[in-house]
């Protein structure tokens, strides 16, 4: 496919080494990859097809069993901060998913860089049902929250109520 340009024209650059990126097939959608560190870019919109990220579902069983036996990618390289390939501003590193363990950088307006195996990894923690696992944590931290609720609510229903059973008692005590 050749050196990649962005729709502004110019060519996309490895955020890492400065090589020009060229485009490839990867599962079916474009992605950028840099001959030289591996690294790949994945624009916003093709992200979820490199995934593959499915609405699949896992038994809970399944997604703690899984979980288990997960082990974040090590990071060996210093950390520092890479441009963008499509507009060369600072991209922001953050953890891809929140258990992966894979840092990623991201442009909230292009995309995302993966360094070399990082894609692999992301891939290998949606497959093992991490996108599940995380819904299913989020959905239980809601749940959590609401019982906290529940008691708090309960507890303050039943001071008033016992408050107003003392005054009324008082009231029968002195004859009002």
């Known amino acids: 496919m050749g050196q990649e340009t962005h729709a502004s024209g110019k060519i996309l650059k490895c955020p890492k080494c400065s090589k020009p990126l060229e485009a490839v097939l990867r599962d079916g959608a474009e992605v950028d990859l840099c001959a030289s560190c591996r690294g790949i870019w994945v624009e916003?919109?093709?992200e979820k097809q490199v995934l593959e990220i499915k609405p699949e579902a896992f038994s809970m069983d399944e997604l703690e069993r899984?979980?288990?036996h997960y082990?974040?990618?090590g990071r060996?390289?210093?950390?520092?901060y890479v441009p963008c390939p499509a507009c060369n501003v600072l991209m922001n590193r953050k953890i891809w998913?929140?258990?992966?363990?894979v840092v990623v950088d991201v442009c909230s307006e292009h995309g995302t860089w993966y360094d070399v195996q990082e894609l692999e990894k992301v891939k290998e923690y949606v497959l093992l049902g991490g996108v599940e696992y995380e819904k299913m944590v989020?959905?239980?931290?809601?749940?959590?929250a609401v019982h906290a609720k529940l008691v708090q609510e309960t507890v303050r229903l039943d001071q008033r109520i016992d408050s107003a059973y003392r005054r009324a008692r008082l009231w029968s005590l002195i004859g009002l």
């Open 44 to 46: 916003h919109f093709e």
């Open 66 to 68: 899984l979980r288990k």
């Open 71 to 73: 082990v974040p990618l």
């Open 76 to 80: 060996l390289e210093k950390v520092r």
């Open 97 to 101: 998913g929140s258990y992966s363990g």
């Open 138 to 144: 989020k959905m239980d931290q809601g749940f959590s």
